[in-house]
């Protein structure tokens, strides 16, 4: 958005606007913009303003209001780019250890999932190999930490819609809950996530990185790769999944960050 669109916008505004609009704040006066768009100009006017992401502005204005539709319109259906070989950051570096206490056995390690398939059970639990059972996949992309700098890594794991369908209650994915929370089994660490982001396709329960099974540093035995968010969201040693409708909580987003952190 820039000056421009706010002409186009005061142009549509008839009696004496310069001296009205001088005295508004930027907000007030977008929305004095789209009050006289609609008003005066109705919905041609609507129609015939500019582009912004394939939706007039007007509407793009008031869609940043509402963060569930952006995200619908703006978040999941985007992939990362996949990168090459040549790219990958060696050695990787390790970012991060909140959840990760020295205390931990990689070999008693169970992945607890709640609601359970039968509803005579709070939780499910999955152990590493019913995970490396389902198809494998591997990618190379770009992990962003909101700190500024970017590595690139070759991941390999299930991707998390395909253990959505495999051992949860939500065969069907349109019965699949707006969110899903994942956290260190200590509960040292854990993120939210919006349904859309967590079943995207590029989307891994991560068990190996370069060729190698994670380190602990990097999450053993299992740790979330997510490259359409930022890294925060990449949690590492996943003890536990919830899905709901509730938001989870998130560590990062308590400490001020923006909650959905995507790409
Ligand atoms: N359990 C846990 N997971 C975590 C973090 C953390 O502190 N604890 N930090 C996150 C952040 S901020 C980043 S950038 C990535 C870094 O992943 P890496 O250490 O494998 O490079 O892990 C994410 N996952
Ligand atoms: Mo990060």
């Not at 502005?57 to 209001?65: A, D, E, K, T």
């Not at 990618?139 to 970017?150: A, D, K, N, R």
Request: hydrophobic share 40%; proline share 6%; net charge negative.
């Amino acid at each position: 958005m820039g000056a421009n669109t706010d002409k186009d916008d005061a142009a549509q505004v008839p009696v004496d606007p310069e001296a009205r609009v001088r005295a508004m704040s930027r907000r007030g006066f977008v929305m004095a913009g789209i009050a006289a768009a609609a008003t005066l100009a109705g919905f041609e006017g609507l129609m015939r303003a500019r582009e912004e992401d394939g939706l007039a502005w007007p509407l793009r204005r008031i869609l940043q209001g509402n963060e569930r539709v952006v995200r619908g319109v703006l978040g999941a259906r985007r992939s990362a780019p996949l990168l090459t070989l040549d790219r990958v950051t060696l050695p990787a570096r390790v970012n991060g250890d909140l959840g990760l206490g020295d205390d931990f056995d990689s070999a008693s390690w169970t992945l607890t999932v709640s609601p359970a398939l039968s509803p005579d059970d709070d939780a499910d639990e999955f152990t590493l190999d019913q995970i490396m059972s389902l198809p494998k996949h591997e990618m190379i992309t770009e992990l962003h930490c909101i700190e500024g700098w970017t590595i690139v890594q070759r991941w390999a794991g299930a991707r998390f819609s395909d253990f959505v369908a495999r051992y949860t209650r939500y065969k069907d994915p349109r019965s699949l809950p707006a969110y899903v929370g994942m956290s260190t089994p200590d509960g040292g660490y854990y993120v939210g996530l919006d349904i859309e982001a967590a079943m995207h396709p590029q989307t891994l329960l991560c068990y190996e990185m370069n060729g190698e099974p994670l380190t602990l540093e990097h999450g053993a035995p299992l740790r979330l790769v997510i490259p359409v968010k930022y890294g925060v969201k990449n949690i590492k040693r996943i003890g536990e999944v919830t899905f709901s409708n509730a938001r989870p909580d998130d560590y990062w987003a308590q400490q001020g960050y923006d909650w959905y952190a995507g790409l």
